[in-house]
């Protein structure tokens, strides 16, 4: 089981320390279209490693960041974040900030429909594949009970062939979108392109915590809803993280916490189609996890305590209670 006590000192490792893919695009090299060569960087979701810019930047981040483990910790431990849940479901509206260079990468709102309908399968018990579930984590899947709305798409025409994860697309003033209203909404910006530490990322998410200037979730336009690439499941893995879910390894080998007691121990990704079980650290690895970076179709489950622990941002004195409001 995942160790979940929050001690100052791991607190303070996990503020100094992403995602799924179909199989067609694991290897090196694929070309997706527009002349553009696709080499999938190892880290596949940049959420981590952006944030590491981000502490590095600006520390303050680090201690906004505790102060919500802590908050989370007392809201699981006094139930609040059960309560949160038990009043029914949550509904958060979506903001979509398209922002592309070719009409190809303009794309349409059916696609953008087709994401918000897997978002809705994933956190609501809906997922295609969950009959897979082996019987030993079936017992804790969960109904995590938000229902994501499409709000409104914005739609910026830029230059860029690509764009870094260093969230200059959030801005209307660096060619990209302004975020809108971030405490009652979630704003998903889709671009075309970004290359990242030797590779192009999917996507990436900013933890609570953050500056509201830039709080929300980026994905590669080919990655954003239902494509040859994709069904949909690179945005629930991002909006895991804009929920506060740590990957399911926990970024580090066998001992590694992603803060959930009911998720085992595992000494890093998981990567393909994997057939169960796959033994680490002394535990079958849960693969069809949300936030491991298994293929697509192979993803198709959060845990109680993940729901739990995002449930809890929700909560009185959580960094997103103004959404439950």
């Known amino acids: 089981m995942k160790r979940v006590l929050l001690s100052m000192a791991a607190i303070a490792i996990l503020m100094t320390s992403c995602e799924n893919t179909s199989s067609e695009v694991k290897d090196e090299g694929v070309t997706l279209g527009e002349d553009q060569e696709f080499a999938l960087s190892d880290d596949q979701c940049g959420t981590m490693g952006v944030l590491d810019e981000l502490l590095a930047k600006d520390p303050s981040i680090a201690t906004n960041m505790a102060a919500i483990e802590m908050h989370t910790a007392n809201a699981i431990k006094s139930g609040l974040a059960q309560r949160i849940a038990a009043d029914g479901v949550l509904e958060i509206p979506v903001i979509f900030h398209v922002i592309y260079r070719t009409q190809s990468e303009n794309i349409p709102l059916s696609q953008l429909e087709d994401q918000i309908d897997a978002l809705n399968e994933d956190f609501n018990l809906n997922n295609p594949g969950r009959n897979t579930i082996p019987a030993e984590f079936s017992a804790v899947e969960s109904n995590v009970g938000i229902r994501f709305v499409l709000e409104d798409v914005i739609r910026v025409q830029s230059n860029k062939r690509q764009w870094r994860p260093d969230d200059s697309m959030k801005f209307t003033s660096s060619g990209g979108s302004d975020v809108v209203n971030p405490q009652q909404n979630l704003?998903?910006?889709?671009?075309?392109?970004?290359?990242?530490?030797?590779?192009?990322?999917?996507?990436?998410?900013?933890?609570?915590?953050?500056s509201w200037s830039t709080d929300g979730v980026v994905l590669d336009h080919r990655f954003t809803g239902t494509t040859q690439y994709s069904t949909g499941r690179t945005a629930t893995h991002e909006v895991g993280h804009w929920l506060n879910l740590r990957h399911i390894w926990g970024d580090g080998g066998c001992g590694a916490s992603d803060f959930v007691a009911d998720t085992p121990d595992s000494d890093g990704p998981s990567r393909g189609c994997p057939t169960y079980p796959q033994v680490n650290c002394g535990t079958n690895d849960m693969t069809m996890n949300f936030m491991d970076y298994s293929d697509d179709p192979c993803l198709n489950m959060f845990t109680e305590g993940q729901k739990n622990r995002m449930m809890s941002v929700f909560a009185s004195g959580g960094f997103r209670e103004a959404m439950a409001q």
């Open 187 to 210: 704003n998903i910006w889709v671009v075309n392109n970004m290359p990242y530490r030797g590779g192009n990322i999917l996507g990436y998410a900013q933890f609570p915590g953050g």
